[in-house]
């Protein structure tokens, strides 16, 4: 039996797999990695320079 396997169908193979390990591995819902950020000066937050 030969098994014909195209580029396209490795990339799409490959791709697949790898995003089924991601989500897998996860085991629980994606979080955001970003910190929370201060309110801007102009909308009543810290100044950012604090001299004259």
Same mark, same amino acid.
């Given at each position: 039996?030969?098994?014909? #396997?195209?580029?396209?169908?490795?990339?799409?193979?490959?791709?697949?797999?790898?995003?089924? #390990?991601?989500?897998?591995?996860?085991?629980?819902?994606? *979080?955001?990695?970003?910190?929370? *950020?201060?309110?801007?000066?102009?909308?009543?937050?810290?100044?950012?320079?604090?001299?004259?």
């Amino acid at each position: 039996m030969k098994n014909h #396997l195209t580029r396209r169908g490795f990339i799409q193979q490959a791709a697949a797999g790898s995003a089924a #390990l991601t989500w897998l591995g996860t085991g629980r819902a994606p *979080t955001v990695l970003a910190a929370e *950020t201060a309110k801007p000066a102009m909308l009543g937050g810290a100044p950012v320079h604090a001299g004259g």
